[in-house]
């Protein structure tokens, strides 16, 4: 259905149709991105050891392939449906081919009688892991444009450099996962995220802004991906309710998150508004998970039961 709709994007012709069709593709997105982390623990738990990190370093590889094949369209002068149809067009390619590889085994049922607190748990975290992932890419550009005083040629590069830094995260994490089990990973990965931040915020040289946002990315790259497989593989709640809890906050977060920095930017400057709003993200996961875990409600390391390390 995503695939099926992306190219109509190119041919609505007025603006409430094109409103209406972003809602229906943000509804249906919301529901594959559940569909697609629930099939990711599935093939992590057939295997035997973590690879939910590196799943979703293909995403940040999407986004870098994805636009500079787009970019190298445009230089050449494709339109935008044709573009659209030719992504769609791969996508179903790749559908038809990956639902071949998901293991074939029943869905797993909640075993658990009080998931409504881990629930919202999830739903809290998602929201600031995603205010700490956002920002850089929201505000990136305008960060070097006003406070670095970066050209126009380089402001680019600060969502380049930090989806970098997120690649290669992904690309690394399974290993930190398997060997430091998915809390503490997380843990680790908001501290050094908030760290990056900081430098960010504290400088206006512009090559080391794109340092801490490298760091920054690199930090962040493991938290959504861990909050996954956790979510995912919680024996309270049944296949996919946890994964649908997380993504519920995930989207509050990407909605809140420019809002909020805008608002405290427009009343101060945007380093304070990146430091106050993110600091504040990264204490609030760091809580939440703290909150989240205590007592019998833990949600557990989903390290799979064959060959984990």
Do not use: C
Request: net charge neutral; proline share 5%; glycine share 14%.
């Amino acid at each position: 259905v995503l695939f099926g709709l992306l190219p109509l994007i190119a041919v609505v012709p007025t603006p409430f149709l094109f409103g209406t069709l972003l809602a229906i593709l943000g509804f249906v997105d919301a529901q594959t991105d559940v569909g697609m982390n629930a099939v990711g623990v599935r093939v992590e738990e057939s295997v035997g050891r973590s690879i939910m990190t590196r799943l979703h370093g293909l995403w940040s590889l999407g986004t870098l392939v994805g636009s500079a094949v787009a970019a190298l369209a445009v230089m050449v002068g494709v339109g935008l449906g044709p573009q659209l149809l030719a992504l769609s067009a791969a996508g179903l390619v790749v559908i038809a081919f990956a639902a071949r590889l998901v293991p074939d085994s029943a869905p797993r049922r909640g075993t658990g009688e009080r998931s409504g607190r881990i629930a919202i748990g999830l739903i809290l975290a998602g929201a600031t892991a995603v205010m700490i992932e956002s920002a850089p890419m929201d505000w990136g550009a305008i960060f070097l444009i006003d406070i670095t005083g970066a050209s126009g040629a380089v402001v680019g590069t600060a969502a380049i450099v930090f989806t970098a830094g997120m690649l290669v995260g992904r690309m690394a994490g399974d290993h930190v996962v398997d060997r430091f089990h998915g809390v503490p990973t997380v843990v680790a990965g908001i501290l050094v995220s908030a760290s990056a931040m900081t430098l960010v915020v504290f400088t206006e040289s512009t090559p080391m802004a794109l340092v801490g946002f490298g760091i920054w990315g690199l930090g962040i790259s493991v938290v959504l991906p861990v909050l996954y497989k956790l979510a995912g593989s919680h024996p309270t709640f049944a296949e996919g309710a946890g994964l649908a809890a997380l993504t519920v906050g995930t989207r509050l977060g990407f909605m809140a998150a420019p809002a909020l920095i805008g608002f405290v930017a427009a009343r101060s400057s945007l380093p304070t508004a990146l430091g106050v709003v993110v600091g504040l993200a990264a204490a609030a996961s760091l809580v939440t998970i703290r909150m989240t875990l205590s007592g019998g409600d833990q949600i557990r390391d989903s390290l799979p039961s064959r060959g984990a390390s």
